[in-house]
Structures are given as C-alpha cells and as structure tokens.
C-alpha cells in the first residue's frame, strides 16, 4: 500500500509539472525569444536560443523610455491601488455594517455600476477632461482607475467583514473606543487577506490597463508601458525582439508583488466565500 501511495503521488506530481509548463509555455517561449536576436526569432524554430545575446535590452535601455514608461505604471498603479484600498474599506465597512435604505440603494448601484464597460463613457469623459485641460496627466488616468476599481472592491470587503464578528467591535465600543477607532484597531487588523486581495485585484487592473491609458496619455513620455509596447509593432514591421524584452520585464514587478503576497490573496479568497 505504501509503494502504491508513493507511485501515485510521483504520478501526480509528473503530471501536474507537465501541465504547469505547457500552461507556461507561451511565458517561457517569450522569455526565451528576448534573447534571440530578430533574425534568429523569424528564421528559427527552436525553442531555446542558439545563441544568447541581451541585445534586446540593451536596445531599450539606449533607444527607447521604457524605463520612463516603467515609472509611469509604476506612479498609476501604486496611487491607483492605494487609494482603491482606503476608499473601498470604508465604503465595504458600511455596507456590512450598517442598514437603512440609502446604503441598500447604494449598494445595488454598484452592482449595476459593474454590469456597464468603461468604453460606454469614454468619449464624453474625454471631451469633459479636455476641457478642464486634464489630458496627459497622471490625475486622470488615476482617477478613472480608482472609479473602475471600486464597485468590485467594495463587495469584495463587504465579504470578509460581514465573516467578522460583530462582537468584536461590542467588545472594543464597551472598553471605550469609538465606532472609528475599532474600525481601526480591530477590524482592519484581521482583515489582512482582504486588503490584499483587493490590492492585488487594484495592482493588476492599473499595471496592464491599455484602454484608458492610451486615450488620456498621449506623449510618449507619460504613456504606461501597456501603451509603449506597441510602439515596438509599426505599421510594416514589428521589433520582436524588443517586443519580448519589454514583455519580459513587465512581467517581473507582477511576479515579485505576487510571490509577497501570495498567502494572503490564497487564505482570502477563502475568508471572503464564508459569511458568519
């Protein structure tokens, strides 16, 4: 029984590694072309490279703003989810907490908020932020991300604190802290997954955003690298290689956030299905 115990879990294991890399496999191919030169990445058809070369990053360090464009996402996505986080934990907060029939109403707004795409509305939010003189800034891209970001955050911590126990918050009210004060003291605390989920939620969304972007930041040195990309496909050629690389680095700032972050969205996500 044992050697059959030990035979199935190799079995799992081979499997599930064989699954994991043809899911990964478009991720690893694209890694792997950044270090290709461009007439290697037409011509061959090979997977691993013939000969490595950093040429591709070397070009976008010299000859492009990637980098400039990388701080760009960066100031959008890090204001974008900060702001998403503290304005959706009070409004989350209230809607778990408290029932009269503006907060119901506004609690069934958001759901019909979440139903309509962003696209329905950008041509006349365009035209209103022409006029203010707000295109090109970093201000209303933020805005309009922290706007989008918002129904879907606010549900997601209505759930984890509807699966507190209201008596907590008796208990620290009867030791002399204000409704404010337990909120956070005692609430936010335990409420780590959420915040994180909604953060990792918020962070992806502003970091790989391209509609938005590319219709409210039209200089090149403030465009989000969603946007920069496809500078590298021109209208007759595409600069694949320099493709590649930036996709490369791209994805690193997701994947360092993720791994931080990991157990937290795992034990949240499983927190905020559970009410009581």
């Known amino acids: 029984m044992r050697k059959y115990k030990n035979l199935k879990k190799w079995i799992l294991f081979v499997s599930l590694s064989i699954i994991s890399f043809l ?56 204001y974008g989810t900060l702001f998403s986080i503290i304005i959706a934990a009070f409004a989350g907060y209230a809607i778990s907490r ?20 962003i696209i329905l509305v950008l041509i006349p939010l365009f035209i209103m932020f022409r006029n203010l003189g707000l295109i090109n800034t970093y201000f209303t891209v933020i805005l309009l991300y922290i706007t989008v970001h918002l129904p879907f955050s606010i ?20 030791d002399g802290c204000s409704r404010l004060q337990s909120f956070f003291r005692i609430i936010l605390p335990i409420s780590g997954p959420g915040i994180a989920a909604v953060a990792i939620f918020s962070f992806l969304f502003s970091w790989n955003e391209y ?24 209208q007759y050629a595409t600069d694949w290689g320099s493709l590649t690389a930036a996709a490369t680095l791209t994805m690193l700032p997701v994947f360092v956030f993720f791994l931080f972050v990991q157990k937290y969205f795992i034990s949240g996500s499983v927190a905020g299905s559970v009410k009581g």
């Open 98 to 117: 408290f029932r009269s029939l503006f907060i119901t109403g506004f609690a069934r707004s958001l759901l019909m908020l979440q139903m309509f795409p």
């Open 211 to 234: 509609l938005i972007a590319s219709v409210f930041l039209r200089h090149e040195q403030l465009m989000t690298i969603p946007v920069g990309v496809q500078l590298f496909m021109q």
């Open 23 to 78: 899911v990964n496999l478009p991720i690893i191919t694209m890694m792997l072309n950044s270090l290709k030169s461009n007439s290697e990445i037409l011509s061959s058809k090979k997977i691993f490279p013939q000969q490595i070369t950093f040429e591709n990053y070397q070009i976008l360090h010299e000859k492009t703003l990637f980098w400039t464009q990388f701080k760009n996402s960066l100031i959008v996505a890090f």
């Open 155 to 174: 549900w997601m911590y209505k759930g984890y604190f509807d699966a507190i126990p209201k008596e907590l918050e008796e208990a620290a009210l009867i």
